[in-house]
């Protein structure tokens, strides 16, 4: 079924979190500080893991790789949210909104599939030890990075092509970036067969690498239960908790967010969901892996204290 008559959208204007007037300023400095300490404590990590030769293993690559993506991540969406809270309605021109929804789609599903490469590694150095440094080599950790960042990308193009192939009947996006489900909203087609790919397409990048890595878990967690040693299992069961920390609570989010059905929760609920994924999980990477792993700790006072002696 069609919409009413259009006339050219060339440009969006932002409700952003007009719900929420009388909190802006709260909410401004609450996700500001977020927001300087997921900056800072990513760009440590990649720091850290660089200048250390105790953290240049598979599993602190694909987590400086992590890092560096969550970084970009919070660039393309958190600025213009914060910016949004201390202005007025902000507009945007299609072409940016397209822009920003490309490096979104790409560098979320980059951080999913950086995540199932985690879950291999760990899979990898505990269930076969022995073939560790053979089967995770330069080659193959390059790879999986270079294979995430490349069904991101695809999947974006796709995203971004099917988006704004048909004109907008509207020009107000009731959220503060420009994600797929609110832009689509104001779209003058039928958005029933998009929606139905957009699922498709959603349910794949979140359900199968969540799979694949509850998968290694299960075989980890047999592959540890069969230790000998108290300490032994302690000791791999730590290698595990940090990253699967991190991913329990971020497919948990992108789960909530983009499997739930079309118009189970209003739009404020839809927009704290959306403050989960773009401010809170990001800050998960530094918090965990910095208060959680011995080695970027141990790594951090190495850095610290060979500082202090220069």
């Known amino acids: 079924m069609m919409r009413r008559n259009h006339t050219a959208v060339s440009e969006f204007v932002f409700q952003g979190f007009s719900s929420f007037q009388e909190y802006k300023f709260t909410l401004f400095m609450i996700f500001l500080t977020l927001y300087l300490l997921t900056l800072t404590g990513n760009v440590i990590i990649v720091i850290i893991i660089s200048i250390d030769r105790h953290l240049h ?117 009731a959220h503060y970036f420009c994600d797929i489900r609110p832009v689509m909203k104001l779209s003058c087609a039928d958005t029933t067969l998009h929606d139905i790919i957009n699922f498709i397409i959603s349910s794949l990048v979140i359900v199968v690498p969540m799979g694949l890595v509850f998968i290694s878990y299960i075989l980890i967690i047999s592959t540890i239960l069969k230790i000998a040693s108290a300490e032994g299992r302690k000791k791999a069961f730590a290698t595990c908790a940090s990253h699967l920390t991190v991913v329990i609570i971020h497919y948990g989010c992108a789960s909530i967010a983009y499997l739930k059905p079309k118009s189970e929760n209003t739009r404020d609920q839809d927009q704290l969901i959306s403050v989960t994924y773009t401010v809170f999980t990001p800050l998960l990477n530094p918090v965990v892996y910095t208060l959680r792993n011995k080695e970027v700790k141990d790594a951090i006072c190495r850095a610290i204290g060979k500082k202090a002696l220069d």
Not at 97 to 121: H, K, P, V
Request: charged fraction near 10%.
């Open 57 to 173: 293993t598979p599993m602190y690559f694909f987590l400086s790789m992590l890092s560096t993506s969550e970084t970009v991540y919070t660039l393309v969406i958190v600025p213009r949210m914060l910016s949004s809270l201390v202005g007025s309605s902000q507009s945007m021109s299609l072409a940016s909104c397209a822009t920003q929804m490309f490096f979104f789609i790409t560098l979320a599903i980059n951080n999913c599939f950086l995540l199932t490469a985690m879950g291999y590694d760990r899979y990898v150095a505990i269930c076969n030890p022995l073939r560790y440094t053979v089967i995770m080599n330069k080659r193959v950790c390059a790879q999986l990075v270079l294979g995430s960042c490349s069904i991101g990308l695809l999947v974006a193009i796709i995203q971004i092509a099917s988006v704004f192939r048909a004109p907008f009947c509207d020009r107000e996006v």
